[in-house]
């Protein structure tokens, strides 16, 4: 059995271990107010240069994003077509208020996919971390929502992920917990 929960609380994490269920995934859901918060300037690495999503780049945010995550638990190992095809399947994505940044010495580095009110993605390669790339690209993608009319940027972020502290840093506040819970296989069981 696989229970999920879009609000998990202390009264339901208790509720769940109780029934004998196990945690195996958690997320949580930030917003930035972009109708009463100050959009954080973006500091990019030096050199840094910009393209915005459009057919012909696709591929290239595709190799970011596969850099960016191959090593982490649960990856999909998608190709790019089918990475692709799940981005600009969403109607509301936004291509304009979607950045990948290439830099001196590391080449394209991060990336960042939006849709109307949602921070979709945000990668950044490992030769390229640790020189405010990650919040140059959040800021960009927050800066350009507003100029399109948004007053509002959610997003969510697997709770083992550092890049919540830099998502806080930047002015997102928590919303709330995503989790799923699955109770344990019986020993000997498929």
Known sequence: MTVETESLTADSLRLFHQRGLRQVFAEDVMRF???ARRVPD????????LAVWSDA?????FRVYEAAFRERP???GWSAGRWIAGVTGDDEFRPGWSVLATVPGVGDAGFVTAAVGWIVQVG?????????????????????MRAGGADEAWLDVNVDNPASGLYRRLGFEDRGR??????PRAVGSA
């Open 178 to 183: 995503r989790a799923r819970f699955r109770e």
């Open 57 to 61: 780049e696709a591929e290239r945010f």
């Open 124 to 144: 950044v390669v490992p030769a390229a971390r640790g020189r405010g790339l990650g919040a140059a690209l959040v800021s960009e993608a927050l800066r350009r």
């Open 74 to 76: 649960g990856f999909p």
């Open 33 to 35: 107010d972009l109708g």
């Open 42 to 49: 973006a500091v990019w690495p030096a050199g840094t240069t």
